[in-house]
């Protein structure tokens, strides 16, 4: 690519978007790097699938941020993995909502404990591997709603840990039927608040 990453920043989105998938493939990581939100905008599925992984972590915060939900679904699994905790941090509930349960099997426990308070609510539960619900922060355990937290699994509440039931909400608490109790440790049924537990 002859351009300079300044000459690319500058591209309009109208004119980024008319790039073909050749000349896609040869953008560098220093050219992605300065790709805007608007430019990011117009990647389709199949054309986000170009981008190394070297490149994927490159997009900035911001432009990433202007990165469809339908665009998201052509990220390989090793893209989503390529994909900084300072990324990760960055995505927006619909972004979240819109990554499969293998893209998010990709996330190392870092990147889980990275989404934001804001964004987890556009997190489907039933798309994570157990290790991805043991990464959680208790206090994003407690950002969910009693509708996503109702939609654990079995093996997904077995793999919750006692710091993340200690923040439990009553509202949460409330969803558990009988059998989920019971995969509960002693030590976990003791953490979990006073207040919460009025939730049974």
Same mark, same amino acid.
Do not use: P, R, W
């Given at each position: 690519?002859? #351009?300079?990453?300044?000459?690319?920043?500058?591209?309009?989105? $109208?004119?980024?978007?008319?790039?073909s998938?050749d000349?896609?493939?040869? #953008?560098?990581t220093t050219q992605?790097? %300065?790709?805007?939100?608007?430019?990011? %905008?117009?990647? &389709?599925?199949?054309?986000?699938?170009?981008?190394?992984?070297? +490149? *994927?972590a490159? *997009?900035?915060?911001k432009?990433?941020?202007?990165l469809?939900? &339908?665009? @998201?679904?052509?990220l390989t699994? =090793?893209?989503? +993995?390529?994909?900084t905790? $300072?990324?990760?941090a960055g /995505?927006s509930?619909?972004?979240?909502?819109?990554?499969?349960?293998?893209q998010?099997? =990709?996330?190392s426990? &870092?990147?889980?404990?990275?989404i934001s !308070? !804001? =964004?987890i609510?556009? #997190?489907?539960?039933t !798309?994570l591997?157990?290790?991805?619900?043991? =990464?959680?922060?208790?206090?994003?355990?407690?950002?969910?709603?009693?509708?996503?937290? %109702?939609? #654990?699994?079995? &093996?997904q509440?077995t793999?919750?840990?006692?710091?993340?039931?200690?923040? /439990?909400?009553?509202?949460?608490?409330?969803?558990?039927?009988?059998t +989920?109790?019971?995969?509960?440790?002693? +030590?976990?049924i003791?953490? *979990?608040s006073? !207040?919460?537990l009025?939730? @049974?």
């Amino acid at each position: 690519a002859a #351009l300079s990453s300044t000459q690319i920043a500058a591209l309009s989105s $109208t004119q980024f978007s008319a790039m073909s998938s050749d000349q896609l493939t040869v #953008l560098s990581t220093t050219q992605v790097a %300065g790709l805007s939100s608007a430019q990011v %905008g117009t990647l &389709d599925s199949t054309e986000i699938a170009l981008f190394s992984t070297d +490149e *994927i972590a490159a *997009i900035s915060v911001k432009a990433l941020g202007g990165l469809s939900a &339908d665009a @998201l679904v052509g990220l390989t699994t =090793a893209n989503a +993995e390529a994909l900084t905790t $300072t990324q990760v941090a960055g /995505l927006s509930s619909t972004q979240l909502a819109a990554l499969s349960s293998s893209q998010l099997a =990709a996330f190392s426990s &870092d990147d889980m404990a990275a989404i934001s !308070k !804001k =964004a987890i609510g556009g #997190l489907d539960l039933t !798309k994570l591997s157990t290790a991805n619900v043991a =990464a959680l922060s208790s206090t994003q355990i407690a950002a969910l709603s009693a509708t996503q937290f %109702g939609t #654990l699994s079995s &093996d997904q509440v077995t793999a919750l840990t006692s710091t993340q039931i200690a923040g /439990l909400t009553s509202a949460q608490v409330g969803t558990l039927d009988s059998t +989920e109790i019971a995969l509960f440790s002693t +030590e976990e049924i003791a953490s *979990i608040s006073a !207040k919460a537990l009025g939730g @049974l």
